[in-house]
């Protein structure tokens, strides 16, 4: 119980716990798919997107989260749908399309920043503030989370679908296909820009890629898989965020960096590909 006090007695311990669970629920999912579309690049490069745009609201409103946050909002849908049209109107795939626009965005949002704003202002946009999660903050996370449950919910078949065989979808419904895409990656989009109020833009797409990828390991079935990600976010953020209170460390990236240990972990022993799991079953294979 002890191990636990700080979640018992203090608001902003408990407000941090629950952004984070809620980002959890609905972000890590997001990230399986990512991940099995090939486009894990693409969460990266909208985390960046959301910078320019959340600069502007910085600019416009100073520290506002709202404004912050509608402004990262519509950047990133810019982004996203300026990549779309690259890649079907040139020879360049959307993966490849994102890494020539993410860091342009990244700059350019910075250099906003840079304009107004001091090295600490700078740093919460980048970096978060997890710890200072208001209870404002804390009901805008957790209505996203909801929204975005509901939203994957009402177009699930056909994005697992498109994820699987998306010739399939296009050939035979493609306005549906093109729908359904634009779709994910507003959900995508949304959900960054709800951690990048948490946990800034740098680190906001580690609790949706990382723990996705690590799931992987451990489940083939794409339910089992969301699942066991969005285990190991919450684990990651309890863990993190008690690694912050007792050493005194950077809440956000602690979290992040929990995840990326049980990702090394998830490599090493898996049961799904990971390494012992190989050498299990070659050698298994060689003595029959």
Same mark, same amino acid.
């Given at each position: 119980?002890?191990?636990?006090?700080?979640?018992?007695?203090?608001?902003?311990?408990?407000?941090?716990?629950? $952004?984070? +669970?809620?980002? #959890?629920? /609905? %972000?890590?999912?997001?990230?399986?798919?990512? @991940? =099995?579309?090939? !486009?894990? &690049?693409?969460?990266?490069?909208?985390?960046?997107?959301?910078?320019?745009?959340?600069?502007?609201?910085?600019?416009?409103?100073?520290?506002?989260?709202?404004?912050?946050?509608?402004?990262?909002?519509?950047?990133?849908?810019?982004?996203?749908?300026?990549?779309?049209?690259?890649?079907?109107?040139?020879?360049?795939?959307?993966?490849?399309?994102?890494?020539?626009?993410?860091?342009?965005?990244?700059?350019?949002?910075?250099?906003?920043?840079?304009?107004?704003?001091?090295?600490?202002?700078?740093?919460?946009?980048?970096?978060? $503030?997890? +710890?200072?999660? #208001?209870? /404002? %903050?804390?009901?805008?996370?957790?209505?996203? @989370? =909801?929204?975005? !449950?509901? &939203?994957?919910?009402?177009?699930?078949?056909?994005?697992?679908?498109?994820?699987?065989?998306?010739?399939?979808?296009?050939?035979?419904?493609?306005?549906?296909?093109?729908?359904?895409?634009?779709?994910?990656?507003?959900?995508?989009?949304?959900?960054?820009?709800?951690?990048?109020?948490?946990?800034?833009?740098?680190?906001?797409?580690?609790?949706?890629?990382?723990?996705?990828?690590?799931?992987?390991?451990?489940?083939?079935?794409?339910?089992?898989?969301?699942?066991?990600?969005?285990?190991?976010?919450?684990?990651?953020?309890?863990?993190? +965020?008690?690694? #912050?209170?007792?050493?005194?460390?950077?809440?956000?990236?602690?979290?992040?960096?929990?995840?990326?240990?049980?990702?090394?972990?998830?490599?090493?022993?898996?049961?799904?590909?990971?390494?012992?799991?190989?050498?299990?079953?070659?050698?298994?294979?060689?003595?029959?």
């Amino acid at each position: 119980m002890t191990f636990f006090q700080p979640f018992i007695e203090f608001d902003f311990m408990r407000h941090a716990l629950l $952004s984070c +669970l809620c980002l #959890s629920l /609905s %972000a890590t999912p997001l990230g399986v798919l990512l @991940s =099995l579309r090939r !486009l894990s &690049l693409a969460g990266d490069a909208l985390s960046h997107a959301v910078l320019p745009g959340a600069a502007i609201g910085y600019l416009l409103f100073g520290m506002s989260t709202l404004a912050m946050g509608i402004g990262g909002l519509i950047a990133g849908l810019l982004v996203a749908l300026l990549s779309g049209i690259i890649s079907r109107t040139t020879l360049l795939k959307e993966d490849a399309s994102f890494s020539g626009l993410y860091m342009g965005a990244l700059a350019l949002g910075i250099t906003l920043i840079s304009i107004k704003g001091s090295g600490m202002d700078l740093l919460n946009i980048l970096f978060g $503030s997890l +710890l200072a999660v #208001s209870h /404002s %903050a804390l009901i805008t996370t957790a209505t996203i @989370s =909801l929204f975005s !449950l509901i &939203l994957l919910r009402l177009i699930y078949r056909p994005l697992v679908i498109d994820t699987f065989d998306s010739d399939f979808l296009r050939v035979r419904h493609r306005p549906l296909a093109i729908i359904i895409h634009g779709v994910f990656l507003f959900l995508v989009v949304l959900n960054l820009v709800s951690g990048f109020q948490i946990l800034g833009t740098l680190m906001s797409v580690g609790l949706m890629m990382v723990p996705a990828v690590s799931a992987r390991f451990w489940a083939v079935r794409l339910l089992p898989t969301m699942l066991i990600a969005s285990l190991i976010a919450v684990l990651s953020s309890v863990i993190g +965020l008690m690694l #912050s209170w007792y050493s005194a460390l950077p809440a956000g990236p602690a979290v992040v960096l929990c995840s990326a240990v049980i990702f090394l972990i998830s490599c090493l022993t898996g049961r799904t590909n990971g390494w012992l799991a190989k050498v299990y079953f070659r050698h298994s294979g060689a003595k029959q």
